[in-house]
């Protein structure tokens, strides 16, 4: 594999994001257009009810974000002009067939001049409603691929992931695919078309029961989880996932295919500047809660490994790989992009992180201006320790109260209402994260240190599309990027 100059590949080139919104399809279009300013156009699919709303949302939410201050200082009054003459928003919804494009018009432009397709669109929650995440996650992608076949000079097509599609299997994850029906557990009879149709009958039945729309949803999360749990999947999320990386890889044909499966994603390490972050990432809710005050224990196995990587570092991977297999009919390579192989994090360095960071810039309770002191987190290995220090330190409190659910929020008043909410919190992080809790797995990043190298020696802008691990201080990382920025982007 050689590569040609990156920034000279990217020159004059058409370029179809999705789920344009998100948080790294922000980070996607802010370097491309920041690093190569004769791109020909970016096509920025994202979800609205017609056009006016479509760049409504484009401009409140991706170009108003601080990620794109370096851009506006480099543009000046050019800014507006120089992003709407290189983009085109397109309001549309990848669980339809064309992606819900409804302009005829364009929909023949896009499949004229589309030369590679990025799809970044997804719901990461855990929990999310069964129907909505297979529309989503699964069936969405192969809506992508279809379309993506309808290109004319489509040279490749790269479908971001997640490196967690391997479940809470132990030992070395490779980088593979997924075929068919394969399960986790070695439970046969998964079968992507049946759990759809699984899915319409169970709406049926509620509907004929006159369900409410929150029971409703309730099932539909539950049934989820229950399908995900069948098949070996912790979670909604990347039993969706993995499905959808199925159908990529047995409806592909001749299309040039690239999985990206980052593992933990977190604030930008050096670009566009260091520490940017939108919304809760998976580990930042713990950065919260703790804080905030609201945890002073956590379950856990100290020694486990956390798989974090900088967003700018997943983008930048993203990009030389769509470079790297422009044009190579049929092919699909994937790409785990992470640091535990590499650069290894265990959790206990983190508690340090965050217990230095925190009692030298403590956060500011803005009901009474006082700063809220934070502790040292207690590890609990076991959920049996758990539940003991659950009882000792909260539920002992309560003296002998039963919490049932929410509705007993009316119940504790004054001094029980922030107990209550404390318990509910932690025990909401418990059950969403806790099979990464006691993580056994590291990544295999063996093909993306082939990229890496591939990179090097052919010369291309490896000060600009930098994703090695290893460059990464994680203390000083933690210290003096990731946490003041989730501080000031996150923290409500």
């Known amino acids: 594999m050689e590569l040609p100059s990156i920034v000279k590949f990217l020159e004059n080139r058409t370029i179809l994001v999705t789920g344009a919104t998100g948080f790294l399809a922000k980070i996607f279009v802010e370097k491309i257009l920041r690093i190569q300013p004769n791109v020909k156009k970016l096509y920025l699919l994202l979800r609205a009810a017609d056009d006016k709303a479509a760049i409504q949302r484009f401009n409140t939410e991706v170009v108003a974000k601080d990620l794109f201050k370096v851009l506006k200082e480099k543009c000046g009054a050019n800014f507006c002009t120089f992003v709407s003459q290189r983009t085109t928003v397109v309001p549309g919804d990848i669980t339809c067939e064309n992606l819900g494009v409804k302009d005829s018009n364009l929909l023949d432009e896009m499949w004229r001049e589309v030369d590679i397709v990025v799809n970044l669109a997804a719901t990461t929650n855990f929990d999310e409603r069964y129907d909505v995440a297979l529309g989503i996650n699964t069936f969405g992608a192969r809506h992508v691929l279809s379309f993506a076949k309808k290109c004319n000079k489509l040279k490749v097509l790269l479908h971001v992931s997640t490196a967690y599609v391997c479940g809470e299997k132990p030992g070395l994850m490779l980088e593979i695919p997924y075929y068919m029906g394969e399960t986790l557990n070695g439970t046969s009879g998964l079968d992507i078309e049946a759990e759809k149709k699984l899915i319409e009958e169970t709406l049926k039945q509620l509907k004929a029961e006159d369900a409410s729309d929150k029971a409703i949803t309730i099932a539909l999360k539950e049934l989820g989880l229950e399908r995900a749990r069948k098949y070996g999947w912790p979670n909604t999320y990347v039993f969706t996932k993995t499905m959808g ?8 044909e001749d299309v040039p295919l690239v999985i990206v499966r980052p593992t933990i994603i977190t604030s930008t390490f050096k670009e566009p ?24 224990c956590f379950l856990g196995n100290p020694k486990t490994i956390l798989d974090v990587i900088p967003a700018d570092m997943v983008v930048n991977a993203m990009i030389v790989a769509m470079v790297a297999h422009a044009d190579q009919m049929g092919s699909e390579t994937i790409y785990q992009v992470g640091s535990s192989v590499s650069n290894p994090l265990e959790i206990t360095n983190l508690k340090e992180y965050g217990f230095n960071y925190f009692r030298k810039y403590p956060w500011i309770n803005k009901m009474d201006g006082k700063p809220i002191i ?7 290995s076991t959920m049996d320790s758990f539940r003991k220090y659950m009882a000792l330190h909260y539920l002992l409190p309560l003296k002998g109260l039963e919490i049932v659910n929410t509705a007993c929020c009316q119940y504790f008043q004054g001094k029980y209402l922030e107990l209550y909410r404390k318990i509910k919190f932690v025990m909401r992080l418990i059950d969403l994260y806790g099979p990464y809790l006691f993580f056994k797995s590291i990544f295999d990043d063996l093909n993306t240190e082939k990229l890496r190298m591939v990179a090097k020696e052919s010369g291309v802008e490896t000060d600009i599309f930098y994703f090695d691990p290893k460059t990464i201080n994680w203390e000083d990382y933690f210290m003096k990027t990731h946490l003041p920025g989730v501080v000031r982007y996150v923290f409500k």
């Open 273 to 296: 500047f260091p520490g940017w972050v939108e919304g809760i990432r998976t580990i930042d809710s713990l950065a919260v809660g703790y804080g905030k005050g609201r945890i002073t």
């Open 245 to 252: 990386e199925m159908l990529l890889g047995n409806l592909k």
């Open 374 to 380: 934070v502790g040292q987190v207690t590890m609990l």
